[in-house]
């Protein structure tokens, strides 16, 4: 059906710039974790506040309040998360993943870039993009939880920069 009624337009101009300034409120109260670099458990929050917004847009049978409600539940529970990880590191192990070396000394890690699925290419061109031309130029790469490829330079010996990283493959 192309067009039903101006006041189906009408709704979903009103409740759509009302959900969306709520929205945007309860994510600046949130606080910058809310919307950080994304590891899976940020994705699944992001993914339902989208869903929610479209659903309170263009579903008749769902009250701009309901939607509010649900923007602060998802958004309450991330503060939750967030601060449950920062202060606890059993329960922030339960919900995020820990980088991987996947480079090492110019030696790839074979078994660590099968488990993460990780393939030569994705790591020289990362490489390339920080300035190295091959491997044994920098100390390690390194596969952070939200899936980007950290470029460690210098020299390896430092162990420092490799502190939390799963070394273990």
């Known amino acids: 059906m192309f067009f039903e009624s101006w006041f189906g337009i009408l709704r979903v101009l009103v409740v759509g710039t009302l959900a969306y300034a709520a929205l945007v409120v309860m994510l600046r109260v949130s606080g910058k974790r809310t919307l950080a670099k994304l590891?899976?458990?940020?994705?699944?929050?992001?993914?339902?506040?989208?869903?929610?917004?479209?659903t309170v847009l263009l579903s008749k049978s769902v009250a701009l309040a309901e939607g509010l409600a649900a923007f602060a539940l998802l958004a309450g529970l991330q503060y939750a998360v967030a601060w449950l990880?920062?202060?606890?590191p059993r329960f922030s192990?339960?919900?995020k993943s820990e980088p991987t070396l996947l480079l090492h000394r110019g030696r790839?890690?074979?078994?660590?870039?099968?488990?993460?699925?990780v393939t030569r290419?994705?790591?020289?061109?990362?490489?390339?993009?920080?300035g190295a031309a091959e491997p044994g130029q920098v100390a390690a790469v390194v596969l952070e939880t939200d899936g980007s490829l950290s470029i460690v330079q210098g020299s390896a010996s430092g162990a420092g920069a490799l502190e939390g990283v799963d070394v273990s493959r």
């Open 108 to 117: 790839f890690l074979e078994g660590a870039m099968r488990a993460q699925r």
């Open 85 to 88: 990880s920062a202060r606890s």
């Open 121 to 130: 290419a994705e790591i020289l061109a990362a490489l390339r993009g920080s």
């Open 39 to 54: 590891n899976a458990f940020d994705l699944i929050v992001t993914v339902a506040l989208g869903s929610t917004l479209a």
């Open 93 to 95: 192990d339960l919900v």
